[in-house]
């Protein structure tokens, strides 16, 4: 964003932030299509920004501010206070709307534009979890003819301000860490905390930024968020309840602190709308592609001596080691690295075809379909590199390992790139695997069946493409 030029500008006393209407539509379009030059939203045209900021505009929960220079809109910015809920209202409302804005990038870019697309239908603005009550800042631009002004401060303030009154205790936002040193500065220096980093896109990382917008409560007083650690008899690690605005009630005749939790039961729910999709389309897949897997099979047997599956102990949820099965790529018996990267000499012909579009994953259906992986879930990994890596794979598996995920994906060339490089073992467990791990940790902490349905479709788009 070019707010970054602001940093260091002084406030025009005159300059004030309004509520913007429909009719600053057009002018807000214009500024959005100058600050955000080679940006996905960009490439989707005028019309299609004009949908989305109608949306600001109009629902109860959107927040869209500009500042007027005489009778012209020099900046904006525009939000929500309520991230999950305006973006679902606004794809149910208007989604023929977006629809038809995109057809013509669509049709130019199908595969590229459609990808993005499916991602943007389950857009919710990445909001940190631990973080309540947050608004969501999503963009902020100054037309040229504002630079100078501090009219990037007056939005920021102005936003804030209004989240505030809305009932939100912070504002969260996200920008890219890399060649945008101008803009992170600016952010900083009104009043936003870097919270985090994380792996949005293959090599584009992004930095997650919070503003509070109450101070904190002091010490001597009741505390506003408890921390309850509790010891559950079928996990070896113990977990950490965050419950904010929670005030500790009066200890109870014995002494002992009393506390009622619940649990919430659309967790509940969602686990089993996702375990009874694995079941039904693992099910179905395995009878449809019998045949098929019957046959690659026996070409496996004729084209190398040695059995035709290749099973591999891997990690499982909650560490729970289990055999993952895969079709023979390799010849049978040869020693060699756990990695495969590179022109590896162990690859048969006939599994260099199975490997190349992932048909050697195939068996991993039957996986699925005894409850030891998912459809789409964090990429199960050896044990010896899951030890290493423990404290992070505490969260990670949490769930099931999946035969796909977001990581999968941007990695898909792993194999190449780690036969490119002069020491693909520790460029693996130094460089890919963190990538990896932090890109499955983000998926953990926003999954939802939405969001699974489209790493299915990301990676049926990325198997055709290869």
């Not at 460029?427 to 963190?434: G, K, N, R």
């Amino acid at each position: 964003m070019p707010v970054g030029e602001q940093n260091r500008s002084q406030i025009d006393p005159g300059l004030k932030a309004v509520s913007a209407n429909l009719l600053h539509l057009h002018d807000i379009v214009a500024i959005h299509l100058l600050a955000f030059k080679g940006f996905f939203l960009e490439s989707l045209g005028s019309h299609f920004l004009k949908e989305l900021y109608r949306g600001f505009i109009s629902d109860s929960s959107g927040v869209c501010l500009v500042v007027i220079d005489g009778t012209r809109v020099v900046g904006f910015v525009a939000g929500t206070t309520q991230p999950e809920e305006f973006y679902q209202r606004l794809l149910r409302r208007r989604w023929y709307a977006f629809l038809l804005a995109g057809a013509t990038s669509m049709a130019l870019h199908p595969i590229r534009v459609g990808k993005k697309f499916l991602t943007a239908l389950h857009y919710r603005g990445e909001k940190p979890t631990d973080v309540p009550n947050a608004a969501l800042l999503s963009s902020i631009g100054v037309a040229p003819s504002g630079m100078g002004k501090g009219i990037g401060r007056i939005l920021v303030q102005a936003f804030c301000e209004r989240a505030k009154t809305s009932g939100a205790r912070s504002v969260f936002l996200t920008t890219d860490r890399d060649k945008n040193d101008a803009v992170n500065e600016f952010y900083r220096s009104n009043g936003f905390d870097l919270h985090g980093t994380f792996l949005k896109e293959r090599s584009r990382w992004m930095n997650l930024y919070v503003r509070l917008l109450f101070d904190a409560q002091p010490a001597n007083q009741d505390s506003s968020c408890v921390q309850l650690l509790i010891t559950a008899k079928q996990m070896s690690y113990p977990i950490w309840l965050k419950m904010p605005h929670f005030r500790p009630p009066s200890k109870g005749p014995t002494g002992t602190l009393l506390l009622q939790l619940s649990i919430k039961t659309d967790t509940i729910a969602k686990r089993l709308l996702k375990r009874g999709f694995d079941i039904v389309a693992s099910g179905v897949a395995l009878a449809v592609l019998f045949p098929l897997l019957l046959i690659l099979a026996i070409l496996v047997r004729f084209d190398s001596a040695g059995p035709s599956l290749f099973p591999q102990t891997r990690s499982g949820k909650s560490f729970r080691p289990f055999r993952l099965l895969k079709f023979r790529s390799m010849a049978h018996g040869k020693p060699g690295s756990e990695i495969t990267y590179g022109q590896d000499d162990r690859i048969t012909k006939f599994g260099a075809i199975l490997r190349r579009f992932k048909l050697d994953e195939l068996p991993q259906l039957w996986n699925v379909f005894c409850g030891d992986m998912s459809i789409v879930g964090p990429r199960p990994e050896l044990p010896s590199y899951v030890e290493r890596f423990r404290e992070d794979y505490q969260e990670i598996l949490s769930v099931r390992p999946g035969i796909t995920d977001p990581a999968s994906i941007l990695h898909r060339s792993e194999a190449e790139i780690l036969g490119s490089t002069a020491d693909p073992i520790s460029h693996y467990t130094e460089v890919i695997l963190p990538e990896k791990i932090e890109i499955s940790k983000q998926y953990v902490r926003t999954a939802n069946f939405g969001k699974d349905i489209c790493v299915i479709f990301q990676t049926i788009a990325a198997l055709i493409k290869k």
